[in-house]
């Protein structure tokens, strides 16, 4: 099948197979005689393999390393865990980072009258912010 029909079996776009395929991340398809990309089913499932460990949020690093363990048949379970641990931890340090910036702007919100006067807590914590 052509890059088009792969992209839309595996739901990934056909300008990111060509990137997977620059960085090494999938092996370049062959080719037919007329230079055309060709894919075969195996591929089509290796990228929608990525495209659900993107979705869950893992680097195209991770992505790198779960394609390797996923390829290699002898490989121990934990492995996979281990990877799969540190993502959430990585998760879980972006939603406290977040739950902190939510808390200070409705803490500035709270802070700000919304009236006609100029005064703003919000604007005034910014520029102290940028001034630092």
Not at 54 to 71: A, I, K, N, P
């Amino acid at each position: 099948m052509n890059i088009g029909q792969a992209a839309a079996q595996s739901g990934v776009p056909a300008k990111t197979i060509r990137y997977y395929e620059d960085i090494g991340l999938v092996a370049p398809a062959s080719r037919r005689g007329n230079n055309y990309r060709d894919y075969a089913e195996e591929d089509v499932a290796v990228l929608r393999f990525l495209k659900r460990a993107r979705s869950l949020g893992f680097s195209v690093e991770d992505c790198r390393g779960l394609l390797s363990l996923y390829r290699d048949r002898q490989r121990a379970s934990a492995d996979v865990k281990a990877l799969a641990r540190s993502r959430v931890a990585e998760i879980d340090r972006k939603i406290a980072e977040l739950e902190s910036m939510r808390a200070t702007l409705l803490d500035l919100i709270e802070r700000c009258h919304g009236d006609a006067r100029p005064d703003c807590p919000i604007l005034e914590d910014l520029a102290g912010s940028a001034a630092s």
